[in-house]
C-alpha cells in the first residue's frame, strides 16, 4: 500500500497550488482520506478529510479556501488551494483511515511522503 503525494511549490501570497495523492494498493473510495500538514518543530495539523460516504471536513483554517476531492477513476484525492497565505507554508501530508475520527493522525495507518508548499510574501 502507497500513497504517492505531489503538485507542492513554490507559490505567491494569494496563489494556488493543488495536491495530489495517487494510492496504489489501496481503494481511494473505500478509505476516509486525510489531508494534513506540518511545519518543522511543530506538530502535525489536520487540514481536511473526504470520507468514504463522500462527506468532507476542513479544519476552520483552510475553510472556504481549500477544497478536497475525489477522482475514483484515478484513484486520486485532491487538494485545492486557493487564496495561500504565508502561514500554510508547511510539508502536506495525505493519509488513510477505516476510522471515523477523521481529524486525528493517529487513526491514519498509511501515509504519503509529504510535499513541500511554499507561499513567499
Known amino acids: 500500500v502507497q500513497l504517492q503525494a505531489s503538485g507542492g511549490g513554490l507559490v505567491q501570497v494569494g496563489g494556488s497550488l493543488r495536491l495530489s495523492c495517487v494510492a496504489s494498493g489501496r481503494t481511494v473510495s473505500r478509505y476516509n482520506m486525510g489531508w494534513f500538514r506540518q511545519v518543522p518543530g511543530r506538530e502535525r495539523e489536520f487540514v481536511g478529510a473526504?470520507?468514504?460516504?463522500?462527506?468532507?471536513s476542513y479544519s476552520d483554517s483552510v475553510k472556504g479556501r481549500f477544497t478536497i476531492s475525489r477522482d475514483n477513476a484515478k484513484n486520486t484525492v485532491y487538494l485545492q488551494m486557493t487564496s495561500l497565505r504565508p502561514e500554510d507554508t508547511a510539508v502536506f501530508y495525505c493519509?488513510?483511515?477505516?476510522?471515523?475520527?477523521?481529524?486525528?493522525?493517529?487513526?491514519?495507518?498509511?501515509w504519503g511522503q509529504g510535499t513541500l508548499v511554499t507561499v513567499s510574501s
Open positions: 473526504i470520507r468514504m460516504s463522500g462527506s468532507i
Open positions: 493519509a488513510s483511515t477505516k476510522s471515523v475520527g477523521v481529524r486525528q493522525d493517529a487513526n491514519y495507518d498509511v
